[in-house]
């Protein structure tokens, strides 16, 4: 394969090496299929891996396959949430966050937005309780804020300090969150405060 790749019109990555090695004599031909044969077991490995565990995902969720067969615009966002629900190379640079507390959501209340695809983002509440239909869903007893999020962010979580207040269900479709956006963002949160009352516990 290296010694096949050795002509100017060859642009491939392995090509470009194998040029780059030709000028100025930086790689032997070892380092050079060593490389390469990394890059293409990496580049394979990783691929039928992520695709094996979104299959999984899906199998074990049916009604996640259902709503993708049905609604295929939905395809793109459900590629990076399975990145995020079931990566083949589980590393994440993780923010710890202490939770010594739970609260119902008011409306002004500052509060900060944790997500995958975002990172952290900052609003307040703009209602309390709100009924709203995502993705073809009914969702009711929400509430709503005006952070920013995007695809891969669902189930991220609402905190304002050290206290719970929601995790994100969905919104507005944004495609990047910035400062010139501030303020026309609607998405809507599962009070967690419901959802311990409604099971018996708290946080502490």
């Known amino acids: 394969m290296v010694a096949d790749s050795h002509h100017e019109a060859d642009t491939s990555l392995l090509g470009t090496l194998r040029l780059a090695r030709q000028r100025d004599a930086a790689l032997t031909i070892r380092e050079l299929a060593s490389l390469m044969a990394l890059l293409l077991d990496a580049g394979y490995e990783t691929t039928i891996g992520q695709t094996a565990l979104a299959v999984l995902a899906l199998l074990e969720h049916p009604e996640q396959w259902r709503f993708l067969v049905n609604r295929p615009e939905h395809v793109p966002g459900a590629v990076e949430e399975l990145l995020r629900y079931a990566p083949v190379v589980p590393i994440s640079f993780t923010r710890v966050a202490q939770i010594d507390n739970s609260a119902w959501p008011t409306v002004g209340v500052d509060m900060d937005r944790v997500g995958v695809s975002s990172e952290d983002t900052t609003g307040y509440v703009t209602s309390e309780v709100v009924t709203v239909t995502i993705d073809g869903v009914q969702l009711e007893q929400m509430f709503e804020s005006n952070v920013c999020a995007l695809g891969g962010d669902s189930g991220g979580p609402a905190l304002r300090g050290t206290t719970a ?35 018996g516990l708290h946080v502490y």
């Open 165 to 199: 207040l929601g995790l994100l269900s969905g919104g507005t479709d944004e495609t990047v969150c910035n400062s010139d956006s501030s303020g026309t963002y609607r998405n809507y949160f599962m009070p967690v405060q419901r959802v311990l009352n409604a099971r």
